[in-house]
């Protein structure tokens, strides 16, 4: 299957997202808020994207003591987020407090729970597979949904391991696209080829000249 675009909102005000957003929804249904975005404009972005339509991927990778993070997670089911992310070096008590809390939380709201996506090593660090394995091994020991990893880990994390769950690749770059701090990129078709479920794409289509373009170019619509 043709994984689905996720649109990294990182932009420092609720007039520049909502520009992208009512640009590219639907053709991107659901958007990133990160730490960038979230500081400086709190909630109420996460209120603007559902009341488009569209779907929040909440990424402020948590990472803390397993009582703090399990607090913050019971704030994401509130907020109603299709994913969040945590960093799987948390550890495993961490995870599961994070997992447990979400679950009470979704039944005690009867809202939705959040799928709960694991970092494994940040896609700006170089990275050695054996490390990536270990990594969404934890993660999805304690009972995370899926993990976040760059496309070269993608197709032999699917390989290593036999369960099914969800992949978020982020470094996506078109060819000819200026790395950034990214080391370990890949361009889409790359990234489809590897199974990845998610693609997180965010400077090449916020810095590009006509971002619909762009957007349009990276999901492969065929009338560009
Ligand atoms: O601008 P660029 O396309 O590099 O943005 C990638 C997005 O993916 C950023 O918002 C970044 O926070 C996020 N991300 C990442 N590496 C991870 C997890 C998320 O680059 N491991």
Redesign the pocket.
């Given at each position: 299957m043709k994984p689905e675009i996720i649109l990294?909102l990182?932009v420092d005000s609720l007039k520049k997202s909502r520009y992208f957003i009512n640009l590219l929804f639907p053709k991107i249904k659901i958007f990133?808020v990160?730490i960038q975005l979230f500081t400086a404009c709190g909630p109420e972005i996460i209120k603007i994207i559902h009341k488009k339509g569209a779907e929040v991927l909440f990424?402020l990778?948590f990472f803390d003591i397993p009582n703090t993070v399990a607090n913050a997670v019971r704030w994401a089911v509130q907020f109603n987020v299709k994913m969040l992310?945590l960093h799987i070096a948390g550890g495993e008590e961490m995870l599961k407090a994070a997992v447990s809390s979400a679950k009470s939380q979704a039944r005690r709201l009867n809202k939705r729970r959040p799928l709960l996506i694991g970092?494994?090593?940040?896609?700006?660090k170089e990275a050695n597979f054996s490390r990536v394995l270990k990594m969404a091994k934890i993660g999805l020991n304690s009972g995370l949904d899926g993990v976040?990893?760059s496309a070269r880990e993608a197709v032999l994390l699917s390989k290593e391991i036999k369960k099914k769950f969800i992949i978020?690749t982020?470094?996506?770059?078109p060819q000819n696209f200026a790395i950034?701090?990214?080391k370990r990129t890949a361009t889409v078709s790359e990234a489809v080829k590897a199974g990845s479920n998610y693609l997180?794409?965010?400077?090449?289509i916020?810095e590009a000249k006509d971002p619909l373009l762009i957007t349009k170019r990276i999901i492969g619509d065929s009338n560009v």
């Amino acid at each position: 299957m043709k994984p689905e675009i996720i649109l990294a909102l990182d932009v420092d005000s609720l007039k520049k997202s909502r520009y992208f957003i009512n640009l590219l929804f639907p053709k991107i249904k659901i958007f990133k808020v990160g730490i960038q975005l979230f500081t400086a404009c709190g909630p109420e972005i996460i209120k603007i994207i559902h009341k488009k339509g569209a779907e929040v991927l909440f990424d402020l990778k948590f990472f803390d003591i397993p009582n703090t993070v399990a607090n913050a997670v019971r704030w994401a089911v509130q907020f109603n987020v299709k994913m969040l992310t945590l960093h799987i070096a948390g550890g495993e008590e961490m995870l599961k407090a994070a997992v447990s809390s979400a679950k009470s939380q979704a039944r005690r709201l009867n809202k939705r729970r959040p799928l709960l996506i694991g970092v494994t090593v940040l896609t700006s660090k170089e990275a050695n597979f054996s490390r990536v394995l270990k990594m969404a091994k934890i993660g999805l020991n304690s009972g995370l949904d899926g993990v976040v990893c760059s496309a070269r880990e993608a197709v032999l994390l699917s390989k290593e391991i036999k369960k099914k769950f969800i992949i978020v690749t982020p470094g996506i770059r078109p060819q000819n696209f200026a790395i950034n701090d990214q080391k370990r990129t890949a361009t889409v078709s790359e990234a489809v080829k590897a199974g990845s479920n998610y693609l997180v794409v965010g400077r090449p289509i916020l810095e590009a000249k006509d971002p619909l373009l762009i957007t349009k170019r990276i999901i492969g619509d065929s009338n560009v």
